[in-house]
């Protein structure tokens, strides 16, 4: 004859079990990984064109920056004079969410577009990038960042859906096709892990690139034109 505690055990095991169906049941499935929202190199070029014809060499400088180094705005606003060598041609950059404090050499197209910024640049404060409203304290903010990107993403004609930080995503996608491994993008971007840098190998990488160009011109796999 089955003891107390045993019968307790038989009833409690089913009831768990319906417990925890319920529970599988109800639980939501894991959103699907939404990839960055990057620029095309077409769709750089034109926002480019539209930061020139802007006529603002602040504006040229920042977004030459941010594309450059994959700034986030929060980044481009950190910046101080300080942290531009021009004689070295070197930069600084403090990276954000717990990233790196790195040095970077300046890239041979970034100096002249620095060089006619700072010639002009009004003094005030010692941050690189400087507004109306800019001290001692703070330079340009980042909202107003993020406003002169949409403002020159329209004039663009670029989809409303991109942002300042799909520069980041650019530079990232950008370098990756140009043949850069994840171990030098995640340097570029301040990534402290390359765990972070892996969602861009879902867009594009060097080996898959060309894999499938390898594979279209093999005499094994039949062409569909």
């Not at 990534?191 to 594009?204: D, E, K, L, N, P």
Request: some cysteine; aromatic content about 8%.
């Amino acid at each position: 004859m089955p003891t107390a505690a045993a019968r307790r055990k038989s009833i409690t095991r089913p009831a768990l079990a319906l417990v925890a169906a319920r529970r599988s049941a109800n639980r939501r499935p894991p959103r699907p990984t939404t990839l960055p929202r990057y620029l095309t190199q077409d769709q750089v070029q034109r926002f480019r064109l539209a930061v020139q014809k802007g006529r603002s060499p602040r504006d040229v400088a920042l977004f030459g920056l941010a594309y450059r180094y994959g700034l986030r705005a929060h980044e481009a606003t950190l910046l101080e004079l300080q942290d531009v060598d021009l004689h070295r041609r070197r930069i600084r950059i403090r990276r954000g969410k717990g990233g790196d404090t790195k040095e970077y050499p300046l890239t041979d197209d970034l100096v002249p577009v620095l060089r006619r910024y700072l010639a002009k640049r009004r003094e005030r404060g010692p941050f690189l990038f400087t507004g109306r409203q800019s001290s001692n304290q703070q330079g340009l903010t980042v909202l107003r960042v993020q406003q002169l990107f949409k403002h020159y993403a329209k004039t663009a004609g670029l989809p409303q859906t991109v942002a300042s930080h799909s520069l980041r995503h650019s530079c990232a996608v950008h370098a990756l096709e140009a043949g850069f491994s994840l171990e030098y993008v995640a340097d570029l971007l301040g990534h402290r892990s390359v765990r972070s840098t892996v969602i861009y190998a879902r867009i594009t990488t060097p080996a898959r690139e060309q894999m499938l160009k390898n594979l279209s011109q093999s005499r094994f796999v039949v062409r569909w034109s």
